[in-house]
């Protein structure tokens, strides 16, 4: 059956058929074939458009001959761009028979209008795809591209006289529904709508079960997959699910693993999630409902609950109760089968309290379940705790105070306080009734060594009562050094020398050094030396007084005293009160009246004084680290004038400056006004002496030339003796 090499053996019944891009071939061989008893090759030759764009071999063997053969090809370009033909030609030991068979499918030909091709499909993002424009006869191709693709202006190829395809990587998805695809020619455009996505990339299956009677079976969604027109479809062993990310299903929940299955799938690919669980080992519990504060007192609730699946009553179960009041959060555990109440201790009385409830299996731990809806309770009142009470001795008085006391400490509205007093060598005791709205009492200054006592009151009774002894009204603080202290991020960081005589603690009371306050304090243990002082009150460039003292069991203990800014603020200019200035020689002594408290809203370390001349430029600057100085000197100066500045030095820096101008006078000039002043003087001192003598002279030269008495002559002296 062979002649001149050529195979007379080869297809018959050619069938070519398409689906979307690929084209099916299907052929039966001729009956002379049966003659074949070795390996016959089909070669297949597919051409685009009249050009040849692939090449492939089809083997049959000898006992597939005389059945039907198919072959499928997918173009990258859409049948509808162009004619898609395929050749069929036989080889048998090296001898080929001539191209017999063809078989063609015609592209779109003769259009009204323009068309794009593909339309509507959904593509890959990162695939590279061709689209082709096909144009009715006598229009002009002007361009082809893709909205949101960079590069307006793509590249195309020409296929035949009427069709143009445009090949693009697409490294982007959909923004919106679908990517339009373009082209436009001279007179008219059209486009085809593209969906570029991705397909499923869920992942982390887990799957558990809630009522004991279903399985429910979580993932981790995917990222978006863009693809409007096929949305992701899961399914459970087999069964389609109603959402993503979670699906149930109705199952016999038994001891023992099993698989469970999830499928994730839309146009463009699918993944398959498993996870092995035995569900009795994976419950997770429901809120429970219902959850009532059945018995309130004071200090303990009893706390209710129900379950809403009845398999959680045979389960040992361990449930956290939430329990918080304002900004305080406590968590207790309570264990047990079918647990649906527990007791609540240590709570404060007269408080509001919210409370929920979550539950999980005491065996087999899986996870906490849902919270119960929170609940709120108001325990009943008590009597107020003791209150935290202290004294202040400032302008030879006793000022008793105490610490409001909060609302978890109150246990309702306070009545009243009560103020009692006594000496520690007298049994009679004195008190006075205190309005709520006050935390302080002042007693008379006589009240030395006293046991002061104080307790609030409301509808329940008194608290325990607080005592403090007073000690001497004016203790002798020489033996006591006040050093400094410096703030940081406003407060105090205090430490200070243990003492053997604060057998309860220490105190720390703090308050503004000038003017009149309200001290506050801090309690501090017997075993801690240090402590942060903090308050609301503290503000920047106030210099506060703090004293530490230890709490005895008599009147408390002086043991030091502090003074510091909690943040130094630099002192505003005109510090320096009556700035004077004098000259003595070449030297200049500026002086200021000496700082007082008020003014300092930092720690002044010293002064320094700057010396300018009419320029502005330093000629000197003297400077002195002495906080008490109220004088500097500059020194060797020359004839001229001059501004003198002070400032003083702080850790903020050099402030509060001050100034005064002063023309010094030549040496010349202070000798002749010296020797002035001194004939002046002299002058003026005689004048006086002058005067004075002048307007005493009678009696003066009566003290210094007394007047001599004459001689007076008697007869008797005359008359001889006889």
């Known amino acids: 059956s062979f002649s001149s090499g050529v195979l007379h053996c080869g297809p018959q019944n050619l069938t070519l058929t398409s689906s979307d891009q690929m084209i099916l071939l299907t052929w039966e061989d001729d009956p002379s074939c049966s003659a074949v008893h070795d390996v016959l090759i089909y070669e297949l030759v597919v051409l685009l458009a009249d050009k040849q764009v692939h090449y492939e071999e089809v083997t049959v063997t000898p006992d597939q001959i005389g059945s039907t053969h198919s072959w499928n090809w997918t173009s990258h370009l859409a049948l509808e761009c162009a004619s898609h033909s395929v050749r069929l030609s036989s080889r048998y030991k090296n001898q080929t028979s001539p191209w017999k068979q063809e078989q063609s499918l015609p592209g779109i030909e003769n259009l009204k209008d323009l068309e794009v091709f593909p339309r509507d499909k959904l593509f890959k993002v990162g695939s590279n795809v061709t689209f082709c424009c096909v144009l009715p006869v006598g229009q002009l191709f002007s361009r082809m591209y893709l909205t949101g693709y960079e590069g307006g202006y793509m590249n195309t190829t020409q296929i035949s006289n009427q069709t143009y395809a445009l090949t693009v990587h697409l490294n982007r998805a959909s923004k919106e529904s679908c990517t339009d695809v373009k082209c436009q020619a001279h007179k008219t455009d059209n486009g085809a709508c593209a969906y570029i996505g991705y397909p499923p990339g869920d992942e982390a299956l887990w799957c558990e079960t809630r009522d004991l009677e279903s399985v429910e079976c979580h993932w981790t969604v995917g990222r ?29 929940v038994d001891v023992g693993e099993k698989n469970w299955t999830l499928t994730a799938e839309n146009q463009l690919g699918k993944v398959e999630l498993q996870d092995s669980a035995d569900l009795t080992k994976r419950v997770h519990m429901f809120a429970p409902t219902e959850v009532t504060a059945s018995t309130v007192h004071a200090r303990n609730v009893s706390l209710d609950w129900k379950w809403t699946v009845q398999q959680y009553n045979n389960l040992n179960i361990t449930c956290q109760v939430d329990v918080s009041h304002g900004e305080a959060n406590t968590i207790s555990e309570n264990f047990g089968v079918g647990l649906n109440f527990t007791v609540l201790n240590d709570l404060i009385p007269y408080c509001t309290y919210n409370v929920k409830v979550r539950c999980g299996t005491t065996q ?34 006793i000022i008793i105070i105490w610490k409001m006391p909060l609302a978890n400490q109150s246990h309702g509205h306070i009545g009243q306080y009560e103020v009692t007093w006594a000496r520690t060598t007298e049994r009679q005791r004195q008190n006075v009734k205190v309005d709520p709205n006050n935390n302080s009492h002042i007693l008379s200054q006589d009240c030395i060594s006293c046991i002061v006592t104080v307790t609030a009151w409301n509808i329940n009774g008194s608290s325990s009562p607080s005592a403090i002894t007073i000690p001497s009204l004016t203790p002798d603080r020489t033996r006591v050094n006040t050093s400094w202290i410096i703030g940081s991020k406003g407060s105090f960081n205090l430490s200070w020398s243990a003492s053997p005589a604060a057998s309860c603690g220490y105190i720390v009371d703090w308050c503004p050094t000038l003017g009149r306050c309200s001290v506050e304090w801090l309690k501090v243990p017997p075993s801690e030396t240090n402590a942060r002082i903090f308050s609301k009150n503290f503000h920047e460039g106030v210099r506060y007084s703090l004293s530490v003292y230890a709490c005895t069991q008599g009147a408390p203990v002086l043991l030091e005293r502090r003074e510091g800014y909690v943040s130094e603020k630099r002192i505003e200019d005109g510090l320096f009160k009556s700035l004077k200035w004098k000259q003595r020689f070449s030297d200049v002594e500026v ?36 906080p008490e100085a109220t004088s500097l000197t500059a020194r060797n100066l020359q004839i001229r ?29 202070n000798l002749i006004e010296a020797i002035i002043i001194s004939l002046v003087v002299v002058f003026c001192l005689l004048s006086f002496i002058t005067i004075l003598c002048y307007r005493h002279w009678t009696c003066i030269k009566q003290k210094v030339y007394p007047p001599i008495p004459k001689p007076v002559l008697t007869d008797k002296w005359l008359t001889s003796p006889v």
């Open 641 to 669: 004038s001059y501004t003198f500045t002070v400032k003083a030095k702080t850790a903020v820096g050099e402030c509060g400056s001050a100034s005064i101008t002063a023309t010094l006078n030549s040496l010349t000039d």
């Open 224 to 252: 978006m997959t863009h693809l409007s027109k096929s949305p992701t479809v899961y399914r459970l062993l087999g069964s389609q699910c109603a959402s993503e990310g979670r699906c149930s299903q109705k199952v016999q």
């Open 591 to 626: 002086s200021w009246d000496p700082i007082s408290l008020r003014e300092q809203t930092a720690f002044i370390q010293g002064y320094v004084l700057y010396c300018l001349d009419d320029n502005g430029n330093i000629v000197i600057n003297v400077s002195k680290d002495d």
């Open 364 to 397: 087999h731990f899986w996870k906490w379940g849902d919270w119960s809806t929170s609940v709120n309770f108001h325990t009943r009142g008590d009597v107020p705790d003791a209150l935290d009470v202290w004294m202040q001795m400032k302008d030879n008085q």
